[in-house]
């Protein structure tokens, strides 16, 4: 026969499971607030920047970090130099393709990389596509950011890159540091990425980021509920063992 403190020791067991596992639970659903939280502060800032006056491209220091330019509306006057880098492995509607970045040379002196969009590949990998870019002096509009993300980079930017010929660079990966060595010119840490009716705009789509919260609370709900059903089972199991030995 069972005794009375071995099934109160299992009762304590019991209730610091169902305890552990609820805890649990709920800081995962809390977790998953703070990630919605996060990306709403981050949408507005997004939001903030896009909607505020550009700033001149020029009148940006050059050791800005990337927190310091992203989401930035910017405008500059320049010309664009006849070098172009490709961005390879790009995909749009489910085509193969590149990215095309194009040196602009500003009215100030400095050099930006724009993101001019996207073309398709050639049928094949040793032609190169129809790159050409105005050469009279535009002014041109779009917002500052980081390099395209390319996923995990295994070897340098400057190893993977090829040319196709004198002016046309393939990369893998966009690092600016690296390739300002092939490209002869320390460019502006960010990239510009052109409006789609810019001067030289290829097929421009760019992915801006959306809100993305809602994914998240609805993460945290199902951690609740789960910790709530869990603690309706261990409550349940507690009275029913209760009721049995008393």
């Given amino acids: ?3 009375r ?16 596992a609820c ?5 995962l659903g809390l977790w998953q607030l703070h990630r919605a939280e996060s990306k709403r502060e981050r949408y507005d800032e997004f939001s ?4 505020a006056p550009p700033v001149d491209l020029d009148n940006l220091r050059d050791d800005l970090a990337a927190d310091d330019y992203r989401w930035r509306r910017a ?41 001019r969009g996207w073309v398709p590949l050639p049928s094949s990998r040793e032609a190169v596509p129809e790159l050409t870019a105005p050469q009279d002096p535009y002014l041109v509009r ?6 395209p993300v390319t996923g995990v980079a295994l070897n340098a930017a400057a190893g993977d890159a090829e040319w196709l010929g004198p002016r046309v660079l393939r990369v893998q990966h966009l690092d600016l540091a690296a390739l300002a060595p092939l490209l002869g ?10 409006d789609s009716d810019g001067p030289g705009a290829l097929a421009v789509e ?7 919260s809602a994914r998240h609370v609805a993460y945290a709900v199902q951690w609740f509920a789960m910790a709530a059903v869990l603690a309706g089972i261990g409550a349940w199991n507690w009275r029913r063992a209760r009721h049995h030995h008393d």
């Fill in 23 to 27: 805890a649990l639970l709920a800081t």
């Fill in 185 to 194: 010119f320390r460019p502006f840490p960010g990239v510009l990425y052109l």
């Fill in 48 to 51: 903030t920047r896009l909607a």
């Fill in 5 to 20: 403190p071995t099934v109160l020791l299992r009762l304590v067991v019991l209730v610091t499971l169902f305890t552990v």
């Fill in 142 to 147: 779009g917002f500052l950011g980081e390099p």
């Fill in 206 to 212: 760019w992915s801006l980021p959306g809100d993305g």
């Fill in 75 to 115: 405008e500059v006057r320049g010309r664009y130099r006849d070098l172009h880098v490709l961005l390879d492995n790009r995909v749009q509607h489910g085509r193969a393709g590149y990215e095309v970045l194009t040196p602009l040379a500003t009215a100030g002196g400095h050099i930006v990389l724009v993101d």
């Fill in 1 to 3: 026969m069972t005794t």
